[in-house]
């Protein structure tokens, strides 16, 4: 039986998210071009809705303020504004207990935005996606 292979290529990082709308990270690494598995965590115990989390990554010179407003009157598409050109990812919306991992492509060296999108959350749960 062949063991896994650990593929350095792939930058796997998970972020966490408790009841108290706090990321344990501030700051990700990444480097251009590299493939990005991107893990969502809700350690909490508050249900979907009461409590939902996501983490959208924007593209340079979003201001996160004017996105998270806009974002904010998009309940029915998970507060992801329809035909937004300011993303470059984003997870899905999940609840306490819940996980959701993405994968993408790191674009151009630069430093980003990423922040919860749900009304609100993104005063506290936000940061900086640094791709060199």
């Given at each position: 039986m062949?063991?896994?292979?650990?593929d350095d290529n792939v930058a796997n990082i998970v972020l966490t998210?408790?009841?108290?709308?706090?990321?344990?990270?501030?700051?990700?690494?990444?480097?251009?071009?590299?493939?990005?598995?991107?893990?969502?965590?809700?350690?909490g115990k508050l249900d979907k809705n009461?409590?939902?989390?996501?983490?959208?990554?924007?593209?340079?010179?979003?201001?996160?303020?004017?996105?998270a407003a806009i974002a904010a009157i998009e309940r029915d598409n998970e507060y992801i504004p329809k035909d937004s050109q300011d993303i470059i990812v984003y997870?899905?919306?999940?609840?306490?207990g819940e996980t959701t991992v993405i994968e993408f492509d790191a674009p151009e060296a630069g430093t980003y935005e990423f922040l919860c999108s749900f009304p609100a959350h993104f005063?506290?749960?936000?940061?900086?996606?640094?791709v060199e």
């Open positions: 062949e063991g896994k292979k650990k998210a408790d009841d108290f709308m706090k990321f344990n990270k501030t700051e990700i690494k990444v480097k251009s071009g590299q493939k990005v598995k991107l893990t969502l965590r809700h350690i009461v409590m939902d989390y996501n983490v959208v990554i924007l593209k340079k010179d979003v201001y996160p303020v004017k996105f997870t899905k919306l999940i609840g306490g005063a506290m749960m936000r940061g900086k996606f640094i």
